[in-house]
């Protein structure tokens, strides 16, 4: 006998709903045996990113550049103007852009990180210093590049996996004021705002955080930019949680959040549903003018930036479609379906789930692996073995070496990110990705670390190798 199995909408005591489009083409995956997944894990050292795609089953490294595009952004591709200078694709890609999140000055680049390189050198004089809701890694690494040092003045509830603040990627006002009185506001290049907090597990900012903060901006005459790669995602949790924003679409929320920024900078290969590119966006035509001329050194002419025509195209109608409510609720929906699976099962996840993964507290996982051993570098790698699931550390080893005294930075969260790529898996998939979780949970303590055996100088969670202890 078991019980009469339930749908997705009758466990939650409300009416199923699904994902506002329908599959044209598929992508057939593979499945592998015990044995493989072992030469295969053994072969990239234990690290996840050097796992070659083929031998990987469910791909939960990252949402970035993983997304499946629509049809209307494939028949754009068609659509390409590649001309050196000037594209159709350019100013279509820039009227999208100052329509929806609503800035004057724009400037496509290759990836979010060819923006932050470009933003950094422009915005920081060597010396000063970027407050900022926690780091990111290609973020805190181009302003660390640029003579600055980041400083985080994230709320306190962000380091806590269990606190159920339904904002924790929110700025602590007091914190940043208190800097700004410690250091002077002449030393602070501009504060560094990420619209969910990737490292604190996808998080959201409030609107009532922005438009505080805003105002503190203003009283100091400090500078405040966006990082928006997931800011879509923002704005659906502000719609969700925060009172006055019921029923308000997801796009004027993203344009409000906007307009109170000074600028932003963008990896469209996430929000933006492209596989590649990125943008930069400023108010201030002085800062443009100089990112205009740096712009055609390191990524390419001011009306390309490092992205062929068509990608632009692409980019231009993911926009409007990243923005439509329906597509947000679903994209959210299920890595909240996932979420809500685990910790019915009582699996220790961050909480809330965030926009765009689902993160596993590898602490609470491996309470008898300490820090220097990387519980969720080992994490990531049981979960390849038990299943072909591929997953990615953000713990100690992404956090990398602080570039002043060489240690290691040890950050509170030691995480394991499921990241769901847009568009690309089913309700079932998510199902077979909580079943391992399950299975090597229930394992966990038999589990043991991991030493890490080469380290690469910068952003070392991309190359590192590891072997077991
Ligand atoms: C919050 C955030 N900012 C910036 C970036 C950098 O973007 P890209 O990978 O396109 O260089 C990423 C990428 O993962 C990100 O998650």
């Known amino acids: ?49 050097l796992l070659k795609s083929e ?19 494939w028949a754009g591709m068609m659509l390409g103007d590649e001309a050196y200078a000037g594209s159709r694709n350019f100013y279509r890609l820039e009227a999208a852009i100052q329509r929806r999140y609503g800035y004057a000055h724009i400037l ?69 004021e208190a800097l700004v009185k410690q250091v002077g506001a002449a030393k602070i290049a501009y504060v560094s705002l990420a619209g969910t907090v990737n490292m604190a597990g996808g998080q959201p900012v409030s609107m009532a955080n922005v438009k505080a903060l805003r105002a503190l901006c203003n009283r100091h005459g400090i500078r405040l930019f966006l990082d928006a790669t997931r800011m879509a995602e923002n704005a659906y949790f502000i719609q969700q949680r925060e009172p006055g924003y019921a029923g308000v679409p997801v796009a004027a929320i ?47 002419l001011h009306t390309y930036g490092g992205m062929a025509g068509r990608d632009m195209e692409a ?29 019915d099962w009582d699996i220790p996840i961050v909480q809330p789930v965030g926009g765009h993964a689902v993160f596993l507290d590898a602490r609470a996982f491996y309470p008898h692996i300490p820090q220097k051993e990387f519980p969720a570098q080992t994490l990531a790698a049981e979960l390849y073995l038990d299943s072909g699931i591929r997953a990615m550390e953000r713990g100690v080893v992404s956090a990398g070496r602080n570039p002043a ?24 998939h998510m199902d077979v990705v909580a079943e391992s979780v ?6 966990r303590m038999e589990t043991k670390g991991l030493r890490m055996t080469y380290e690469p100088k910068y952003l070392r969670f991309f190359q590192a190798k590891f072997e077991r202890l």
């Open 108 to 176: 496509p680049t290759h990836q979010g990180r060819g923006a932050e390189h470009l933003l950094s050198r422009c915005a920081i004089t060597p010396g000063q210093v970027i407050p900022g809701n926690m780091y990111f890694t290609t973020t805190r690494l181009h302003q660390e590049l640029a003579g600055g040092s980041f400083v985080d003045v994230i709320v306190d509830a962000a380091h806590d996996t269990d606190s159920r603040d339904p904002f924790k990627g929110n700025v602590d006002l007091d914190k940043l």
């Open 1 to 49: 006998m078991h019980d009469a199995p339930k749908t997705m909408g009758q466990q939650f005591g409300r009416r199923s709903w699904a994902e506002p489009w329908k599959i044209k083409m598929v992508e057939p995956l593979t499945q592998s045996t015990a044995e493989q997944r072992v030469r295969a894990l053994e072969a990239a050292d234990y690290n996840t990113f």
């Open 55 to 73: 031998d990987v089953y469910i791909d939960l490294l990252t949402d970035s550049g993983t997304g499946a595009m629509s049809d209307r952004q």
């Open 405 to 428: 005294t060489g240690d290691h930075y040890y950050p509170k969260l030691e995480l394991t990110r499921l990241t769901i790529p847009r568009r690309v898996y089913t309700q079932a």
């Open 315 to 343: 980019m231009a109608i993911g926009i409007e479609e990243c923005l439509e409510d329906d597509y947000i609720r679903s994209r959210v929906g299920q890595v909240h379906y996932l979420g809500e699976l685990l910790t």
């Open 254 to 300: 993203v344009r409000e959040f906007c307009d109170q920024t000074d600028g932003a900078w963008m990896s469209g290969k996430k929000d933006n549903l492209v596989n590649i590119g990125g943008w930069l966006a400023v108010n201030d035509w002085t800062l443009y003018e100089e990112l205009r001329n740096q712009i055609v050194i390191y990524e390419g």
């Open 438 to 443: 399950k299975i090597i949970f229930d394992r």
